[in-house]
């Protein structure tokens, strides 16, 4: 069965960080890239980061440009998400995302909220 298991996340201050791991299955992972997207309270989806197959590129929104790190470990089948100097604005539920073609896989969600 093809899966992502998400971890992490949680209750944060501004200023704080917080990792998003994210455990995957049932599929090559090395072999695909990988996508973290969020979805604030009452707004769409909004892609965050994206990481290549290889791990050599990876890419931001410019709302996590400076304060994001995407990065895997293929020999774990994971990906990872470290948000550092976490703003109100990033509360939001994370979802880990793999897509190619006819090949769409979304992890459960994790919930990050930042509040003082």
């Known amino acids: 069965e093809v899966q992502l298991v998400q971890s992490g996340g949680g209750l944060a201050q501004p200023g704080r960080s917080l990792r998003l791991s994210c455990a995957a299955s049932?599929?090559?992972?090395?072999?695909?890239?990988m996508n973290w997207v969020r979805q604030a309270p009452g707004k769409g989806p909004e892609w965050v980061s994206g990481?290549?197959?290889?791990?050599?590129?990876?890419y931001y929104a410019d709302s996590a440009k400076g304060r994001f790190t995407i990065s895997r470990d293929n020999a774990k089948n994971a990906v990872y998400l470290q948000m550092n100097s976490l703003k109100v604005e990033d509360t939001a539920v994370y979802y880990c995302?793999?897509?190619?073609?006819?090949?769409?896989?979304w992890g459960r969600g994790t919930q990050v909220t930042v509040s003082s």
């Open positions: 995302h793999v897509v190619r073609q006819f090949f769409d896989v």
């Open positions: 990481i290549n197959s290889g791990g050599g590129s990876t």
């Open positions: 049932g599929f090559t992972f090395k072999n695909y890239d």
